[in-house]
């Protein structure tokens, strides 16, 4: 049998935490023959919720669960983790500063990046799904730097998968038929998905251009963007909770594939792409703004 592994999940009492931990547990993330155990964090006023998810994890009897850790210490739950999801965070909530939001979360994943650095493994992978997404996995790097730089990413399988759910949706196949599109930037509406490398592989055809099956262009450069770029915002609009089964299971799916991806070529590769002035601009834009959060984060840091 294989060694389990340790899966730290942040934030776990929280609504991605409850969707994301059962998942996990069920092999979801790390494949049906990977024994787990799970290291769930959540804050003090979070204990008994926290206490409550462990118990529905002990009823639900999982074969491949071999262990729950549940705490609200940092350096307890970071434990020789092998993998973490960071899920916790600080909320942005109404009338706050964007400052203040970014100065709540600098404090957290400064102190979470020293946790992670005394006590995960060696050669942990971290996902940071917490928002702002890109900006706590940049502040993580800085504060635990002995884990390696390329294994700190931030969630943004989700806007891929969404921006894949469109494409299917619009052209009525299935989203394993669509690939290669490329969401860039940073995990906020400024993001720009990219269909100009994307294709398709229609039912009994050969694999084409998305731009060519689609056969719209206006649509691509347009209200597909733009509603990937607000999809989040509709799920908070219909659900008065923002996205949450959805992000969990991109969260499995991000895990999934860069494991995959390490174990067959020794570690994630560079492609070349052709970036038309379209592309560019948009690129641009969320650049500057992945720079301005750069510079609020480390401002918070004096
Ligand atoms: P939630 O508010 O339901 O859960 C967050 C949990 O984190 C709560 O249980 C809270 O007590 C806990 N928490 C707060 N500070 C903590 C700390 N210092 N250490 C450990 N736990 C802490 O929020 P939800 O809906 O689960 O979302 C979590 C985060 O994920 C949010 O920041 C949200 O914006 C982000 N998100 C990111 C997505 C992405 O694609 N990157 C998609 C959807 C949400």
Redesign the pocket.
């Known amino acids: 049998a294989k060694e389990p592994v340790r899966v730290l999940v ?9 969707a994301l931990v059962p998942m996990i547990a069920r092999g979801v993330m790390l494949g049906s023959d990977q024994p787990i155990i799970l290291h769930m ?3 003090e ?2 204990t008994e ?2 206490n409550g998810v462990k118990m529905e994890l002990v009823d639900a009897a999982f074969p491949l669960l071999m262990d729950v850790v549940a705490t ?1 210490d ?1 350096m307890v739950a970071c434990k020789g983790v092998n993998i973490a999801v960071m ?5 942005r909530k109404e009338g706050m500063e964007r400052k203040d939001v970014m100065s709540k979360n600098v404090s ?1 994943y400064k ?2 990046a020293s946790a992670l650095e005394k006590q995960a493994a060696p050669d942990c992978k971290v996902l ?4 702002p ?1 890109n900006t706590n996995a940049l502040i993580l790097k800085e504060f635990a730097p002995s884990i390696p730089e390329k294994n700190i990413t ?6 891929h998968n969404r921006a894949l759910g469109q494409l299917s949706e619009r052209l009525k196949i299935h989203v394993g038929q669509v690939k290669n599109v490329i969401i860039w930037g940073n ?1 906020s509406s400024t993001q720009y998905p990219d269909v100009n490398h994307a294709t398709v592989t229609p039912t009994n055809s050969e694999e084409k251009p998305v731009r060519s099956v689609v056969a719209d262009d206006n649509w691509l450069n347009t209200e597909f963007i733009t509603t990937v770029q607000q999809r ?1 915002a509709a799920i908070i609009k219909a659900r008065k ?4 089964l ?2 969990a299971s ?1 969260a499995c799916d991000h895990i999934r594939d860069w494991l995959h991806v390490i174990k067959d070529n020794g570690q994630l590769f560079r492609v070349r792409l052709k970036i038309d002035d379209f592309s560019r601009e948009k690129m641009d834009a969320t650049a500057k703004e992945l720079v301005e959060e750069k510079t609020l984060a480390y401002s918070c840091l004096n």
């Open positions: 942040t934030g776990a009492a929280g609504q991605i935490g409850y964090l959540d804050i006023p979070a919720a926290l609200t940092a899920v916790g965070g600080f909320p957290i102190a979470q940071v799904v917490a928002n997404a931030c969630l943004t399988r989700l806007d995990h989040g909770l923002s996205s949450a959805s992000a991109a």
